[in-house]
């Protein structure tokens, strides 16, 4: 297969050549997509080429998008400017079986984490209570309620006005009203709400979800439950700080934490990556 830097052989200097990344996002369906394109400030001068060979490569892709910065404000959204292509915004991106409408340029949202979706919504068991944190456009939450059809319910909580309006238009885009409360609010006021409501706690926001951990163990039924836990970790110290993390909140909640599995999910930058947490939660005395 071509690679983009195959294809920008001749078009860009040999000793920046090497600068152009492997991999990028491609959020969309066949028909109409978009890529997501990180570029170190070396190749800026070469943004435009480096967009049109992206989609000559990707026929479906219709623009292109270069991140600049990190995600900012408490709605996690990163700047993003269109390098290549039309100023194609909304999307419908397909995944294992369900659909997921959003504006690329105003939500936060990873196909890359597909497969960790999948992970997480095959360990749902029937008839339980799941609470997604930070549910976003509602993949999560989506995800759960298609893989396990018998799940009770899945409360889904997201502070962003824009990605809370296409959570409650994919959960309706895949006839799933019955099993998903779509929440608008702070996880730290709407949380309260559910107090004893859940068997699993879903916290898929890595960077900050500790400040929320109070909240999670309050929502858990009164024996306890499943949290599922990202981090943002080091290399050196990958498996050890999320764990301990949790660990301490149940102690000082009077749980016992036991952790289940712990896996990379994602690279972040050079010896840092996404990790999770799998943790049963049990009341002690019971």
Known sequence: MVTLRDKLKGYLPDNILGMVPTSFDIV???????????LP???EPYSKIIGEKIMEIHKSVKAVYRKMGERRGEYRVRELVLIAGEEVREVIHREH???LKLDVTQVYFSPREATERQRVAGKVKPGENVIVMFAGVGPYAIAIARK???VNKVVAIEI?????????ENIRLNKLEDKILPILGDVRLEAL???GFADRVVMPLPKGAYMFLQEAFGSLKPSGGVIHFYFWD?????FQRGFEV????????GYQASLLEARVVAPYAPHVYKVVFDVQIKKVGI
Do not use: C, H, W
Request: charged share 30%; hydrophobic share 40%; aromatic share 8%.
């Open 193 to 195: 709400k559910f107090s």
């Open 41 to 43: 400030d070396e190749l």
């Open 148 to 150: 396990q059809p018998l």
């Open 28 to 38: 969309g369906s066949k028909g109409k997509a978009v890529a997501i394109i990180e």
């Open 97 to 99: 079986g369900y659909v």
């Open 234 to 238: 080091r290399e050196d110290t990958l």
């Open 246 to 253: 949790v660990r301490k909140v149940a102690e000082l909640k």
């Open 160 to 168: 962003n006005p824009v990605a809370y309006k296409y959570m409650v």
